[in-house]
Structures are given as C-alpha cells and as structure tokens.
C-alpha cells in the first residue's frame, strides 16, 4: 500500500534540510546534525533498495506560492502562503509498503528538529481512504 509522507516545518530563512533552519535545529550542536544526517541517508539507502522508496520532493519557499480558491464568482488566486499556517509543506515522500507498521517504522524516521512528519495512506480508484 502507497503512503505519503508530508514533512512540515517552517524554516527561517526557508532552506533544506529544513531542521538546520528551525530555531529547534540551530540549537544542536553539528556533530548532532551530521548523525542525523548519516542516519537519513541510511534509510534513504535502505528504503530505495528495498523498493519501498516511490518517489520525494523537496519544496520550495511557501511566498513563491499561488494559492487558488473558488468562489460563486469564479476561481480566485492569492499569492504566497496560506496566511493561517504556522507550519508549512516542505516536502513529501511517497513509500510502497506491505503494511500499515512498515509505514509507521519508517515516517517515524522522518521527525526532525523544529517539524512535524504526517503519515498518510495515498488514495487510489475505488479505494477505501483509512
């Protein structure tokens, strides 16, 4: 089953990894972010190899955003970030898994300083959306 990974944060200035441009981030010492950064990589390696790994996107600076709305008069668009979020998309990760656990063990992987990790079973036709 398809899952997608949705990686939230809000980096100042925005950049990636988001974790070394959160407040929460910054206050790790280097050696902490070079760990983290090893340990990503080995799941990176690990999931790729296993073919759990679909595909990922890293996203760019929310104020480059469009926002598109409708209304009765037609489609509205607003620029950049959707003004109420505290925290905004800054990537995701599509993974295939046999299981629900699998999915679970890996987008826990995914928590970083500073952002929040959403796990979300991905849709498809005729579907059910648990």
Excluded at 2 to 11: E, G, Q, T
Excluded at 60 to 84: F, K, N, R
Aim: hydrophobic share 40%.
């Amino acid at each position: 089953m398809k899952y997608v990974i949705l990686i939230h944060a809000n980096p100042d200035p925005w950049g990636h990894p988001t974790s070394i441009y959160t407040a929460e981030g910054r206050a790790l010492p280097p050696e902490h972010h070079e760990e983290m950064d090893r340990q990503f990589e080995a799941l990176l390696a690990e999931i790729s190899a296993s073919g759990e790994l679909v595909t990922a996107e890293a996203l760019a600076d929310p104020a480059a955003a469009t926002l598109y709305g409708w209304s009765t008069e037609g489609h509205l668009a607003t620029e950049g970030p959707y003004a109420e979020a505290k925290e905004h998309l800054a990537g995701f990760f599509i993974i295939d898994c046999g299981s629900r656990k699998r999915a679970e063990e890996i987008a826990a992987q995914f928590a970083q300083p500073g952002g929040m990790v959403e796990l979300r079973p991905v849709m498809w036709p005729g579907g059910d959306d648990q």
